[in-house]
């Protein structure tokens, strides 16, 4: 029984990751019409820049108090910093490399930001180097939970809280603020939006900061859990996708009923079929596009 | 005269919306017609259920007494009926007798092959030539779709889809977007190869100074029915269509 | 019925083209004579890429189709190869070459299915989820594929007499070459009359306007099918080509950031013309080779040429070319 809450945990723990991540991108694509190939790499960007200010202040602390170490609250305040970071980024290239093609052929764009993406991916390398950046000590602060005869991490609960509370807030925000009803306007009618006074411009890179600012947030999250690596942000795109396939792209409902999906396959598939667990997914997805190409919840 | 094309009670419904309720519309052999009606009132969507676009959900299509409800476009195709459309659609990167010997190539069953080359087929492109010069646009046959004119565009829409050698012909709206000094000729350069090749032809316009001149019956839809069906006085003389379409009566001409 | 007119026979043909083709081919068969073996096996390479991106472009340039898969292709060919040598024991390169022909007509047929009926954004993504598929199983199934070790695969028998024993690089930058030349101008002249064709004309109007195309009587999902396992055959080749090249296949090759980088050939090149994929492929070629030795941040380096590229040039090398040409052409 605690194994299976456990597995329960571990679903829960990657779909909230995922949330984060894809929910970005539908968010983007259902604002925007932009599918950013470079997505997965701000996730990237999220996890380095935390693992990397997380690591920086203990060691900076460890030496200067003697070897006390950093408070948990403290390293927790700055965690966030890669989510920032992330949408900085986003509102820099929204404006200078996007915005010129909206109005060109939609491939156009998936050529740019693969550009982006192989820009991120070396700049990443530039700043970082090629080791694997940890924020381990954090992930360690927290203990573990007592789950039937088992232990199991207590940071995890935090980051699949931190992903409740994103779908919460995010729903809040798109359904129950001004700026998402202009958000959804300019969604659905973009035109029209512009027509009413709505500054489309404003309201664009506002969306794509905040996609990135999740992304970045994704990747801030979870890097106490595991490190940041070079590559996972290419490997989390492809996840991304699948999720906003079987969910559907434009919608956050079904980001996360895609991220809660794939999360449980994706836990299925590790205990039981380890081999084929990635085929698995992508077949999923194939077949999600095969028989409705829309997503559960998606506009085409 | 003999029908040609006939529709019995076709309905298409869009969730709540009956945008064709229960048509029966009929097309005879050789004749030029021309369907009348304020914008909404199911005339695009009944072409579209004829061409093949979209699926009837209740009723008959039957071309010469053929059932063809459930054929896909490319039956209906070949069975003969061919369309030009509302809002141009052209093959914009590829020149105006590209467009015309591409109708021509699909008919004769030539796209299937792959491992000869197109230009060599001396007799399509003879014929190509010979289609723009019916509609007049053999000057601009190297031209780029997309660089014509919108009455050049017009036009070759419709000579795309006379290349088919359609037995019936729809026309949606082929003067619209077009300055008034245009029109006419190019109405009559349509109707002078329809009526010349013996094409039965159903033009959907809203230009009552076209439809009264270049029709010899009139069909006139309102909210996804047949409101009146008669020669152009008889039309004219209708008080229902014209309260509901035109306006006041118009003097006898 | 038939006015007098004089038949417009369209003279887009290339035989004004052939004036540069001669001297390129004259170049390309000396360059073992006169150039090092190093350049010759890098120009290799590059026809090799070339291939894959002429193929690729079939379904691009002409059908109007994005695919993020063509490793999937590219793979399944070189994989083919590969498992040929180690459990059937084949060296014949022909062999190989209809293995790789085989696998990818299933495999693209396969795929085919699926994909066409999508266009845009979600053709791209379904290929691109597709070909990492194949690039997880060649992953998790280790002992089949070697795993992240790959496959090794000595050089192949060409024609069934010429080997690579004794100096391989001897071989491959002499003999291989010119087999890899010998299969590049067929793959291009083939490629060549499927464009120009009325197959290839149904398919660039299907391009142009898919609801046209439906209504001018054009099969539009089963053309595009076809230009499908066209486009991938030509790319598996292109595999094929390349194994002995590199001597040994591994997953990477599978992944859809190699599917960008064939998508990168032809957009460098220039994707509406016929030699824009062929003379991307060889530059990207080059690039990706001295960036690769000159710095260790070469992916940041192609990255910027590809945005610069979409930015400034999006019509390519030889589009920008072409644009020129035509402008001088005008201007008196």
């Not at chain 1, 859990?225 to 079904?254: H, N, P, R, T, Y």
């Not at chain 2, 000094?181 to 809203?206: C, F, G, L, Q, Y």
């Not at chain 3, 026809?47 to 490793?71: C, E, K």
């Not at chain 3, 380096?301 to 590229?309: A, D, K, M, S, Y």
């Amino acid at each position: 029984m605690d194994i299976l809450l456990i597995h329960v945990f571990n679903a829960l723990l990657y779909a909230s990751v995922l949330f984060l991540i894809a929910g970005g991108l539908s968010l983007i694509y259902g604002v925007m019409r932009i599918v950013n190939l470079a997505h997965g790499n701000l996730y990237a960007f999220g996890a380095y820049v935390s693992a990397w200010i997380i690591g920086s202040v203990t060691s900076a602390m460890v030496v200067g108090e003697g070897g006390r170490g950093p408070r948990t609250w403290l390293l927790l305040g700055l965690l966030p910093a890669g989510a920032v970071a992330a949408a900085v980024v986003g509102a820099l290239l929204e404006p200078t490399l996007l915005r010129p093609f909206y109005k060109r052929a939609e491939e156009y764009q998936l050529l740019v930001t693969f550009g982006l993406l192989m820009i991120i991916d070396d700049v990443i390398r530039f700043l970082w180097g090629p080791y694997p950046l940890s924020a381990s000590v954090l992930f360690e602060n927290f203990g573990s939970l007592t789950v039937g005869e088992t232990l199991y991490p207590t940071y995890n609960f935090l980051v699949i809280g931190v992903g409740a509370l994103a779908a919460v807030f995010l729903w809040a925000f798109i359904y129950r603020t001004r700026f998402g009803v202009v958000l959804r306007a300019t969604s659905q009618d973009m035109r029209m939006s512009s027509a009413l006074g709505v500054n489309v411009n404003r309201v664009y890179v506002q969306a794509f900061t905040l996609g990135c600012f999740m992304a970045g947030l994704g990747g801030a999250i979870i890097v106490p859990s595991q490190s940041a690596v070079l590559g996972m942000g290419v490997d989390a795109l492809i996840l991304s996708f699948i999720v906003v396939v079987i969910g559907g792209l434009g919608s956050l409902e079904g980001a996360l009923l895609g991220a809660l999906i794939v999360g449980i396959v994706r836990e299925a598939g590790i205990t039981w079929f380890p081999e084929v667990e990635l085929a698995v997914l992508y077949l999923m997805a194939a077949a999600v596009l095969l028989v409705r190409p829309a997503g559960l919840f998606g506009r085409a | 005269m003999t029908v040609l094309l006939e529709t019995r009670a076709v309905v298409k419904q869009f969730g709540e919306f009956r945008a064709v309720d229960r048509v029966d519309f009929r097309v005879q052999e050789g004749e030029v017609l021309a369907l009348i009606g304020s914008n909404g009132a199911g005339k695009t969507t009944l072409v579209n259920l004829i061409s093949g676009l979209l699926t009837a959900d209740e009723g008959q299509i039957l071309l010469r007494g053929q059932d063809v409800t459930q054929q896909p476009v490319k039956e209906r195709i070949r069975a003969g009926i061919a369309r030009s459309f509302q809002l141009v659609n052209l093959f914009d990167q590829l020149s105006a007798l590209d467009n015309v010997a591409l109708a021509i190539f699909s008919r004769q069953g030539k796209t299937r092959r792959l491992l000869t080359l197109a230009d060599a087929d001396r007799p399509v492109w003879a014929e190509a030539t010979e289609v723009l010069a019916l509609f007049r646009l053999e000057a601009k046959a190297k031209v780029l779709a997309g660089g014509l004119s919108q009455g050049e565009r017009k036009l070759l829409d419709v000579a795309i889809a006379y290349a088919l050698k359609p037995k019936l012909l729809f026309l949606d709206e082929p003067t619209s977007g077009v300055s008034t000094r245009e029109k006419a000729p190019i109405m009559d350069t349509i109707s002078r190869v329809v009526r010349s090749e013996r094409i039965s032809a159903a033009i959907i316009e809203h230009d009552m100074d076209v439809v009264f001149s270049y029709s010899d019956r009139i069909v006139a839809m309102h909210q996804g029915t047949i409101l009146a069906d008669g020669t152009p006085d008889e039309i004219r003389r209708n008080e229902r269509v014209t309260t509901t379409l035109i306006g006041t009566p118009e003097p006898a001409r | 019925m038939s006015t007098v007119t004089t038949v417009v026979i369209p003279t887009r043909s290339p035989m004004r083209r052939l004036w540069y083709a001669a001297p390129i081919l004259v170049v390309l068969l000396l360059v073992p004579w006169v150039a090092d073996q190093y350049q010759t096996i890098l120009l290799a390479y590059g026809l090799v890429m070339a291939i894959a991106a002429l193929g690729f472009n079939l379904l691009l340039g002409y059908t109007g189709l994005l695919s993020f898969g063509h490793s999937a292709y590219f793979g399944v060919g070189a994989y083919a190869v590969a498992m040929m040598v180690k459990y059937l024991g084949v060296s014949s390169m022909e062999l190989h070459l209809l293995g790789a022909v085989v696998a990818s007509v299933l495999i693209t047929a396969v795929f085919g299915i699926a994909c066409v009926r999508y266009t845009r954004i979600f053709f791209g993504i379904l290929t691109m989820a597709l070909s990492q598929v194949l690039w997880s199983l060649a992953f998790k199934f280790f002992w089949v594929t070697g795993g992240t070790d790959g496959l090794r695969v000595p050089t192949p028998t060409l024609l069934g007499v010429v080997t690579g024993k004794g100096d391989k690089i001897a071989f491959l930058s002499h003999a291989y070459y010119y087999y890899v030349l010998a299969l590049f101008l067929v793959c291009v002249a083939i490629m060549w009359v499927i464009v120009n064709s009325p197959f290839g004309r149904a398919l660039q109007a299907i391009r142009d306007n898919e609801t046209r195309a439906q209504f001018v009587g054009i099969p539009i999902w089963r053309y595009r099918w076809v230009a499908f396992m066209l486009s991938g055959v030509f790319t598996g080749i292109a595999g094929a080509l390349w194994v002995p090249l590199n001597g040994l296949t591994t997953p990477d090759i599978l992944h859809w950031t190699f599917s960008g980088k064939i998508v990168f050939m032809a957009v460098l090149g220039g994707f509406r013309t016929f030699v824009g994929p062929i003379v991307g492929a060889v530059v990207y070629n080059y690039l990706e080779s001295y960036a690769v030795g000159y710095t260790v941040y070469w992916q940041l380096f192609l990255g910027v040429i590809l945005v610069v590229l979409v930015l400034s040039l999006p019509t390519g090398i030889v589009g920008t070319i072409e644009r020129v040409m035509a402008r001088r052409r005008t201007t008196p």
